[in-house]
């Protein structure tokens, strides 16, 4: 048995329920397409869970960002 990556939690997200990934916020917004400035606006409006690491630094589920968008 391996050991976990460091990027990877053993928890289940509390808002999709899939195992935690977390992503720097560029990478996120790389992955999506998008700009960090539209991750941030995700974060503030609770369509993607994120965890404060360091200072104004946060993490965000990446399963959270790549399901459909439900914002207006």
Do not use: F, W
């Amino acid at each position: 048995m391996s050991a976990p990556k460091p990027y990877e939690i053993q928890d289940a997200c509390p808002l999709c329920k899939n195992p935690l990934h977390l992503l720097r916020i560029s990478r996120a917004a790389k992955m999506a397409d998008v700009s960090e400035k539209t991750i941030y606006r995700y974060i503030e409006e609770g369509e993607v869970y994120s965890v404060k690491v360091a200072g104004k630094t946060y993490r965000v589920c990446k399963h959270c960002l790549l399901r459909p968008y439900s914002g207006a």
